[in-house]
């Protein structure tokens, strides 16, 4: 079975300074991966995800994330953190074949200090 | 335009009701998802529709009946609510097709069922 793991339950940064949020999966076979972002009392918003091909993937508001198959993992990554980034940020897996349902991490929660 | 709507909002009930939600989508979606979050805001699938059957069932109790008129809509019924059905729930929608496996899904704002 697939498992997502987020290591961080809170990341705090500076306003300006970069922001990693990481995250890890196990899967069967092929990845596919992404990064969502849930805003205080509001649905989960999709930012970007790993299909295949260039591991750099970029997204909405300026976020990127890496895939790295060796290391299993799908950091979520921004050179510039702004405060309205500050929200609940979720990875999410599933296998690239077969009828299995998208599993998300626990989430992170970004804080930015202005 | 509201892509993926949620009716209502908040729902506050007491132990043993019956109490439904709705969800529908303008989007055209083939597949829709209902999700539930939990205080600690741990997400987990419930249900997935496509086109209107049921392809994914995780395990939940029996006293939750999702119901999908349409491939616009995805209801979900719970009987006989317990303390521990108070969460958030989201329903969201994803296009299907070839390309299903890897498409986003949009999410509804939620529904914040609380159970006294």
């Known amino acids: 079975a697939q498992s997502v793991a987020q290591p961080e339950d809170q990341v705090n940064v500076a306003e300006g300074n970069p922001l990693t949020v990481k995250c890890t999966y196990s899967?069967?076979?092929?990845?596919?991966l992404f990064w969502y972002v849930q805003y205080p009392n509001r649905g989960l918003q999709f930012l970007l995800k790993y299909i295949t091909g260039d591991n750099l993937v970029k997204g909405s508001y300026g976020f990127e994330a890496e895939f790295n198959k060796s290391q299993t993992s799908f950091h979520l990554k921004k050179p510039s953190a702004l405060v309205s980034d500050s929200a609940l940020y979720f990875c999410a897996v599933r296998p690239n074949s077969g009828n299995t349902p998208l599993v998300f991490g626990k989430g992170t929660r970004l804080s930015v200090i202005a | 335009d509201t892509a993926v709507s949620q009716t209502p909002k908040y729902l506050v009930t007491q132990m043993g009701n019956d109490k439904s939600i709705k969800c529908e989508q303008n989007l055209g979606h083939d597949t829709m998802y209902w999700y539930k979050q939990d205080s600690k805001k741990f997400l987990k699938i419930m249900f997935s529709y496509n086109n209107k059957e049921l392809i994914i069932n995780e395990t939940v109790p029996n006293r939750f009946s999702p119901k999908s008129p349409d491939k616009a809509h995805l209801n979900l019924h719970i009987n006989s609510l317990e303390l521990g059905d108070s969460a958030v729930y989201f329903c969201?929608?994803?296009?299907?097709?070839?390309?299903?496996?890897?498409?986003?899904?949009?999410f509804g704002p939620g529904t914040r069922l609380t159970v006294l």
């Open positions: 969201a929608s994803s296009p299907s097709g070839a390309s299903g496996l890897y498409n986003e899904q949009f």
């Open positions: 899967v069967s076979g092929n990845p596919y």
